[in-house]
């Protein structure tokens, strides 16, 4: 097919003879062909202006044959969509393969007998009248609803209510929007068909007398694995749900097992030999892990995978709990881990102020929006709550109540209230309230922006100039809750000099609730065993297991060699997923659309790079000739300034390279995982049209052209 309309094709003589698609199938396919014709934002972004015309609306001089004289024939509806259509440009401004993704998974059965998880929208489980500041207002509970079921078999709104409610007469969805539930780039899955169902609360003094019960996932799948399930599936079919099946009942029967794991520890060296290893917090320059810890850590995982290969388990199957038991690897002294959080959370009140300091050297200039301002301080502001009891009385109603008066804290009625709300609703001014919210000037704060910066400064950057006893000079000294509760000067010996340590308070009583929390061990493995693999309560939702990303990865390559060596196409031992994919790809005679190979063209530090990809090995090969004469212009900037007395540094030529090799090597990443997922998505449109041969890019940008 040398050209493709997909409005025309839909119409035409091969879905007359047979081809039955249902009115969703349809749709995805029509929604799926279109996109595919778009070129991706991110790569109209670095084309040349040359390569954007194609994409760009087009109107030609109206033409003599064009002019209708019997206007009664003019179809004004059709032709005022087909001039919108015509005058947007040719892009395609959001990803939408993840939804594609699904909806296909679901359309043609891939997983076989699991379902994902669908959030079916807001329903409301009870409305009764609130005592607030003296007043009865309404108030409405709601709760998702959750679903495993295919998203195409969810439609009456009255037929999925009777499944959740029973014979409970009264409920009602506030919002029924069914949907795929992603939440964390992760999407849930089971086997079981099945609805969230009422039940009544044991608590029967509790207002809430109703809440749902919501269906346990299995396992959970990274929307990022969306690809590997679609070409597996084109190259094998049912492989896909044979390997979930066998992962998520070898995780009930093996890993999360007491016994197996005791086994595979009495098959490793004992703490004789493989001695502990204590786990540190990552910094900002990498690992917490030294290089020799980092080899011995490594060589601890090959043995231990010999182990493992018995029981077609490998260590990246394997839950970090249980993995650092079998490899001697230990928290470290609690102390630290507690120090280090604690110096974060100041660290990021630090942040957020110098984004307001145009003369830090951290400064970038984006500020934050009122709203997130807003949101911010009153997540903030609940999740520094001492007492449990006050924290718990702090539902959506009141969440909202405060993110509202503090949206428009320059008003005096919003002022009032959230004054009121904390004061005497939520009584987060008295004590096991909030450790440092009484010492704001709420009543004299009048801007959302005021109350954030000074929220920040009281909480963890509070500079104020005092007199230093010894020297008899004024100096800044931090008076922040975070430096006055938790940090300490004392002297250290092997430096001579005193440092800052962090010490958890002897009393903890005004400590926030979070902040404890972070102060007790982890439990013991067992414990967290137990925890993991029991769902607790019958209302509480069960973990489930996470997928591993490489599930799919060695019965991929396996399937792809052996089509390679059956299309008599070398390739190289060793090479992984990605470059098998691509020789199998273009072993079929298939390429990609033609924009994907316009040149390029970036600005960076005032220069042009300009480049066809592809046409060099590397991409430093790209910009080199003007990397030189960049890093030579900065050179003689700089002696300028070195001349003119100021004391800087020499430029090196990492400084100069650095914006280069950012922007360019990390935009090409984004547009090649773009242009591997417009690969997925021909086989999918493959799939769905029942005809393996009835797209392809390479034949003269079938996608692109219209008649």
């Known amino acids: 097919m040398s050209t493709f309309d997909q409005s025309e094709y839909l119409r035409s003589e091969h879905f007359q003879k047979g081809v039955k698609i249902e009115n969703k199938r349809h749709s995805l396919i029509q929604s799926i ?3 595919l014709r778009r070129c991706p934002k991110i790569l109209f972004n670095v084309i040349t202006p040359t390569g954007k015309r194609q994409f760009l609306p087009t109107f030609g001089e109206l033409q003599e044959t064009d002019l209708i004289e019997d206007h009664s024939k003019i179809d004004f509806a059709t032709d005022f969509e087909e001039n919108e259509r015509l005058a947007k440009p040719n892009i395609r401004s ?12 679901d359309e043609i059965g891939l997983l076989g007998n699991y379902h994902f998880q669908i959030n079916l929208g807001s329903f409301v489980l009870t409305q009764y009248k609130k005592n607030f500041l003296g007043s009865k207002v309404p108030r409405k509970v709601v709760d998702h609803a959750m679903a495993f079921s295919k998203l195409k078999d969810i439609v009456n709104e009255d037929e999925v209510r009777n499944k959740i409610a029973h014979k409970v007469h009264g409920l009602v969805f506030e919002m029924f929007k069914p949907r795929y539930n992603i939440r964390n780039n992760k999407i849930a899955i089971s086997s079981k068909l099945e609805y969230s169902t009422v039940f009544f609360n044991p608590n029967r003094d509790r207002k809430v007398a109703i809440k749902l ?6 396992a959970f799948i990274s929307i990022h694995e969306l690809p590997k399930l ?7 079919k049912g492989k896909v749900e044979e390997l979930i099946k066998n992962f998520i009942q070898s995780n009930r029967q093996k890993k999360l097992n007491i016994d197996f794991i005791k086994k595979v520890k009495s098959l490793l060296p004992g703490e004789d ?15 917490g892990y030294s290089d020799v810890q980092l080899e011995i850590i490594s060589e601890r995982k090959r043995v ?3 182990v493992l290969n018995s029981y077609s388990l490998n260590v990246k199957q394997i839950p970090t709990r249980i993995l650092d038991h079998w490899l001697n690897i230990q928290d470290s002294n609690i102390d630290l881990l507690f120090s280090n959080r604690i110096r974060s959370m100041k660290s990021d009140c630090l942040k957020r102020l110098q984004a307001f300091d145009i003369n830090s050297r951290h400064y970038t200039g984006r500020i934050p929006s009122y709203t997130e301002m807003a949101y911010f301080l009153v997540k903030d502001i609940v999740s520094m709550v001492i007492s449990d009891s006050k924290k718990s009385k702090i539902t959506s109603f009141y969440f909202k109540k405060l993110v509202d008066c503090i949206l428009n804290y320059s008003d005096p009625e919003k002022r009032k209230l959230f004054f009121l709300i904390i004061a005497s609703e939520l009584r987060l001014l008295d004590l096991g309230g909030h450790p440092f919210l009484g010492r704001l000037d709420l009543h004299n704060i009048s801007t959302t922006k005021d109350f954030y910066v000074s929220y920040l400064q009281e909480k963890g950057c509070k500079m104020v100039s005092q007199m230093d006893s010894y020297t008899q000079r004024m100096k800044l000294v931090d008076q922040s809750w975070l430096f006055t509760t938790f940090f300490q000067r004392k002297w250290n010996e092997s430096s001579g000099m005193y440092k800052l340590f962090v010490r958890y308070p002897k009393m903890d009583m005004d400590i926030p609730l979070k902040i404890r929390r972070w102060y007790k061990p982890h439990s013991d493995l067992q414990s967290w065993l137990n925890k993991t693999s029991s769902s607790g309560s019958s209302n509480k939702r069960g973990k489930g297991v996470d997928l591993p990303a490489n599930l799919f990865d060695k019965v991929i390559c396996e399937l792809l060699r052996a089509k390679l060596n059956d299309l008599n196409v070398a390739y ?14 273009s072993s079929c005679n298939d390429s990609v659309q033609t924009f994907y190979n316009l040149e390029r063209q970036y600005f960076i530090s005032g220069e042009v790079v300009k480049f066809h990809i592809g046409t060099c090995p590397n991409f430093k090969d790209y910009y080199s000739s003007v990397l030189e004469a960049v890093f030579r212009r900065n050179v003689e900037e700089r002696t300028l300034e070195q001349q003119k007395g100021s004391v800087l540094p020499d430029i090196q030529i990492t400084d100069v390279e650095d914006p280069f090799k950012h922007t360019i090597a990390e935009t090409e990443k984004k ?3 773009l242009q591997e997922q417009d690969q997925m998505m021909l086989l999918m449109l493959r799939q769905l049209m029942e005809d393996d041969q009835l797209f392809s890019f390479s034949e003269g940008d079938s996608l692109l052209k219209e008649k």
Do not use: C, M
């Open 33 to 35: 062909a279109e996109d």
């Open 94 to 105: 959001k990803n939408r393969f993840s939804e594609y993704a699904l909806r296909y998974i």
């Open 213 to 218: 019960r919501q269906p346990q996932p299995e």
């Open 230 to 236: 679609v070409l597996l599936d084109y190259l094998s």
């Open 273 to 287: 030999h493989w001695t502990i290893i204590e786990r540190l917090p990552d910094n900002r320059f990498g690992s």
């Open 304 to 306: 231990l995978n010999g």
């Open 572 to 585: 190289k031992p060793d090479a992984n997923y990605n470059e098998l994919l691509k020789l199998w790809w």
């Open 671 to 673: 547009i090649r995982i």
